[in-house]
């Protein structure tokens, strides 16, 4: 063997123990889970082996980085969407923008023993009866809230299936004799503490309520809930009761909460009789003192009212499984058309008349784990996704480049700002792994010209990703 080959032979080992060392230290190293708050909650970092990290957000989303170093003092990941890249301290969070210049804090944290645990396998909704501390519980609650429940899945999954699709879902936790589980969290506060009544709308109410059932059952980013409220009040009220609400928090792909009042429970509006309570649906006596949204008459029948009340909570389970409003139809489920579901109930069907999904709405629900089975539960990847918006005489063009490792599932744009909540404006679905669409979108569309447009882009997975630009600056 000649002196260069020798030293070749020597240079070769030396670099495979090096390589060696530094993959067994980066295995045997403790530093494996690091934790950062942010207003919105706790953010984790987690290492998955094989030099990849997941970032998990606060409501659930995840993120996908690289590790581009490993020292004693610190940890270096990349993201490979924007070239940003962090070093994990054990105080503290230091931050390269897109790979260039100084390093700069972006947050304290600390490495923590690992604790995470795969995705949960268990996609059942749980239902949640919610009573503050000065109130009872209904008679017969359980019974009431899983009539309730049943009617209102009944027309949600029939409306998915008049779309042509073969819905599985949702399923609920059930007992050992196959009925619904109710679980009842009691309140530590009395019920305006959480309503915020007399005022008539509270920012809070909803959130609060549902971080009094997150205390006990544990944070919905890991399940799917439907909380019933027992905070609404029995005086006079401009609509309904006083201190009614319904709001919904999605935490795609594993979870969320859909909080609604519990007023549909009351004696006039529930029944455990499933024939008696399709028949309340064509009820027409008037309630006294009592005024539906949809109707707006002093003492409005009975049959307005259920129709408020059970297609709200139809209406609110959409945005559970990721919906926006979209208003396509009159007879709209995600638009007002939850506000008349008669014909929906199985008692006299009309189906002209029934009030259903859009093509778009039903595209977009079946990426949800909860209700299809093809989904891919092990997918823990969010798509990555950018989007350049260009401007001609009243149209706007979307361009979309989405790409994802196991594949593309759906697209959607949603004008930010309208003024009663989200609304989709445009949609599609997608294929393959890497994708570019354009959508066309008319000055119509828009509901403002300080319109902020929101993309949303689902993966075969179930994973979310949202890219947000302000349509008024980018012109």
Known sequence: ??????????????????????????????????????????????????????????????????????????????????????????????????????????????????????????????????????????????????????????????????????????????????????????????????????????????????????????????????????????????????????VTVARPPRGGHAVVSAWILQDEFCSTDPQRLRQMFFDETPIQGRRSYGDQRPNSPRSELMEEGYGAALHELGHLFGLLHHRTAPTNIMGGGFRDIRWNVGLRRNSRQQAGFSRENAWFLMTSRFLNPEVDRSDSVRPSATMNVSFQVRTAVATIDAEDDRGLAFACLVDVSANDGLLMIAARQLTGKKQKVEFRLSASDFKSRESQLLLIVVDTGGNHKQVKQNIFSAQ
């Open 1 to 246: 063997m000649t002196k260069r080959s020798g030293f070749r032979a020597f240079v070769f080992l030396f670099l495979t123990l090096a390589i060696s060392c530094c993959q067994t230290r980066a295995e045997e190293d403790s530093r494996r889970e690091w934790h950062y708050q942010t207003p919105n909650g706790l953010r984790r970092l987690v290492f998955q082996g094989d030099g990849v990290w997941l970032h998990y957000f606060a409501n659930g989303g995840t993120a996908k980085f690289e590790e581009v170093e490993r020292t004693n003092e610190y940890i270096a990941i990349r993201n490979p969407e924007n070239n940003n890249v962090q070093r994990l301290f054990a105080d503290r969070g230091m931050m390269q923008l897109k790979g260039k210049g100084n390093f700069g804090k972006f947050a304290d944290g600390k490495w923590v023993e690992s604790t995470d645990q795969p995705a949960t396998d268990d996609y059942r909704l749980r239902l949640v009866y919610f009573v503050p501390a000065d109130r009872q519980p209904v008679n017969d609650y359980e019974a009431r809230i899983r009539s309730v429940m049943t009617l209102v899945t009944g027309m949600f999954t029939d409306a998915l299936k008049a779309q042509g699709q073969a819905v599985a879902g949702p399923e609920f936790e059930t007992n050992a004799d196959g009925q619904f589980v109710v679980h009842l969290v009691r309140g530590e506060k009395n019920a305006r503490s959480y309503s915020g009544l007399p005022q008539e709308k509270s920012p809070d109410h909803a959130r609060l309520v549902a971080e009094a059932v997150e205390q006990e059952l544990g944070s919905t980013k890991d399940y799917a809930a439907v909380i019933f409220m027992e905070t609404y009040e029995l005086g006079p009220a401009t609509n309904l009761f006083p201190g009614v609400m319904n």
